[in-house]
């Protein structure tokens, strides 16, 4: 198993608006407008005898030219694609006991925090009768 796996977790409606925002705006920024840029190059420079091509073949273009880029020089792939091995029992127990303790944890943190609201109010409505009593 990976031991430094960046894991993103989307809670809820306005998780899923925001992935989905931010999505858009990386496929706007990184692909969209560079293809648009390269649709504007190629029409600008396209004479009588070459034809100029719309965004998709931008988008397109802009990929071909990426790729020979990435490429040519030899950049290593941060994505990789590959069917995850199955984790062996000694692995699923010490998964299935951090899971415990994770959620024993959430668990007596919500106990703690439940206390100290208590005891806050407890104070407050004291010093309230204090000051009722004066």
Known sequence: MKRNAKIIQINGLRGLITALFIVTCLTAGFVVFPGLVAMSIWNLFAGENIPEINLFQ??????????????????????????????????????MERVKMQSQARMINKMILKNIEEKEKQEQDASENKEGKV
């Open 58 to 95: 931008g988008i397109l273009l802009w990929s071909i030219i990426f790729l020979t880029y990435f490429i040519a020089t030899k950049q290593s792939v941060a994505v990789s694609f590959a069917t995850p091995r199955e984790l062996n029992e000694e692995e699923l127990k010490t998964l």
